[in-house]
């Protein structure tokens, strides 16, 4: 988490180290990262890029701050999701899949730990390092 200094919004700050991106694999996912989010734009059920950015050792992304954790997280930590829930938070990312699919962008990564709640329980889907035109 990282705070804009002139108007205090926060934001998430993805770091990747260059060593990491060094691996042919890597430096395909980060690149795909990086475009495919500026590619499809702003969505409500899609984290938000703001820009990226590198120095010598790291690249950096800097996204959208989603303040409720991850799907996984909730999961783990309630008995059970009632069906309601269930049927709201499927039905968003839905949603947020479909206009992938608009821009012929599969995920490929669609997991708990990927699907982040806002402060309101509303789903942001994250980290397309994975996806493909």
Same mark, same amino acid.
């Given at each position: #988490?990282? *705070?804009? &200094?002139?108007?205090?919004?926060?934001?998430? #700050? $993805?770091?990747?180290?260059? $060593?990491?991106?060094?691996?042919?694999? #890597?430096?395909?996912?980060?690149?795909?990262?990086?475009?495919?989010?500026? *590619?499809?734009?702003?969505?409500?059920?899609?984290?938000?890029?703001?820009?990226?950015?590198?120095?010598?050792?790291?690249?950096?992304?800097?996204?959208?701050?989603?303040? %409720? %954790?991850?799907?996984?997280?909730?999961?783990?930590?309630?008995?059970?999701?009632?069906?309601?829930?269930?049927?709201?938070?499927?039905?968003?990312?839905?949603? %947020?899949?479909?206009?992938?699919?608009?821009?012929?962008?599969?995920? *490929?990564?669609? &997991?708990?730990?990927?699907?982040?709640?806002? &402060?309101?329980?509303?789903?942001?889907?994250?980290?397309?390092? #994975?996806? &493909?035109?």
């Amino acid at each position: #988490m990282v *705070r804009r &200094k002139h108007d205090k919004r926060l934001y998430a #700050m $993805k770091v990747i180290p260059k $060593k990491l991106v060094a691996q042919e694999a #890597m430096l395909l996912h980060t690149q795909a990262e990086r475009l495919l989010q500026a *590619r499809v734009g702003s969505h409500p059920f899609l984290a938000t890029l703001f820009g990226s950015f590198q120095d010598a050792s790291s690249l950096y992304l800097i996204l959208e701050y989603v303040p %409720g %954790g991850d799907l996984a997280f909730h999961l783990n930590s309630r008995v059970k999701l009632s069906e309601e829930v269930t049927r709201f938070i499927a039905a968003e990312l839905c949603l %947020g899949l479909a206009h992938l699919h608009r821009h012929s962008i599969v995920h *490929r990564d669609v &997991k708990a730990a990927n699907v982040l709640l806002d &402060k309101e329980g509303h789903v942001r889907l994250t980290d397309f390092g #994975m996806s &493909k035109v």
